[in-house]
């Protein structure tokens, strides 16, 4: 079965600084990714979604990679704020066919300090 | 903007009572969805619906049902509640099959 990996449970950096957060997935080919953002006693929010064929996306200081070959996914957050501590979650379809079903990571847990 | 509505943000009930959980979404959505989410384990499906009356087991059924007669409302029914299904449940809705899910801000069930 399909299954997903996100590389830490937690993440601190420093407020200017770019975090990164990597999604890997094993066991089959997603036909797209999305990340998702949730804070603490909220539901997850949605961010951005990649498709299989796009190599990059970008949402203001956001941006998101999607490698097929080396089945991972990476979420760059560039001059990054207090305001962006959250737990930052990837969610992949859990068919080839992009059924109604996704399946998310546990999520990164990343904290900005100022 | 999207919302999904869920009827209680916190709810307490004793173990062997039938719990409902209740979610309204307001943009005419196709698709709606329970999950529950633990520490440690993520977000895990429960059920889903792609339609009015219709519904599909997601991967954690077990001690649940769901109800969708109406688009805009899909209920989670926990038939004879236990301490185990204390967790934190939320409800999304999707336009399509490969749309982003909405969420509600979740209800969080102790059972006693």
């Known amino acids: 079965s399909q299954k997903i990996e996100q590389n830490s449970e937690a993440l601190n950096i420093q407020e200017g600084k770019t975090a990164t957060l990597t999604c890997n997935y094993t066991?089959?080919?997603?036909?797209?990714l999305q990340w998702y953002r949730q804070d603490p006693g909220r539901g997850p929010v949605f961010l951005l979604l990649?498709?299989?064929?796009?190599k990059e996306k970008r949402k203001e200081r956001l941006k998101v990679t999607f490698d097929t070959t080396l089945k991972q996914s990476l979420f760059h957050i560039t001059a990054s704020q207090p305001a962006d501590s959250a737990t930052y979650l990837c969610?992949?379809?859990?068919?080839?066919?992009?059924?109604?079903?996704?399946?998310f990571g546990s999520g990164t847990r990343l904290s900005i300090r100022p | 903007d999207v919302k999904v509505t869920q009827s209680s943000r916190y709810l307490v009930k004793r173990t062997g009572e039938k719990v409902f959980l209740e979610c309204v979404q307001d943009?005419?959505?196709?698709?709606m969805f329970w999950y529950r989410q633990d520490p440690g384990l993520g977000l895990r499906l429960i059920y889903f619906?792609?339609?009015?009356?219709?519904?599909e087991k997601g991967d954690i059924p077990e001690g649940y049902s769901v109800s969708r007669e109406k688009k805009e409302r899909f209920s989670l029914i926990l038939e004879s509640a236990s301490t185990n299904q204390t967790s934190m449940y939320l409800c999304?809705?999707?336009?399509?099959?490969?749309?982003?899910?909405?969420f509600g801000d979740g209800t969080r069930l102790s059972i006693l």
């Open positions: 066991n089959y080919s997603p036909a797209y």
């Open positions: 990649i498709r299989e064929n796009e």
């Open positions: 943009m005419d959505h196709e698709n």
């Open positions: 619906s792609y339609d009015v009356k219709m519904k």
């Open positions: 969610a992949l379809p859990s068919l080839r066919s992009s059924a109604s079903k996704i399946i």
């Open positions: 999304a809705s999707s336009r399509l099959s490969n749309q982003p899910q909405h």
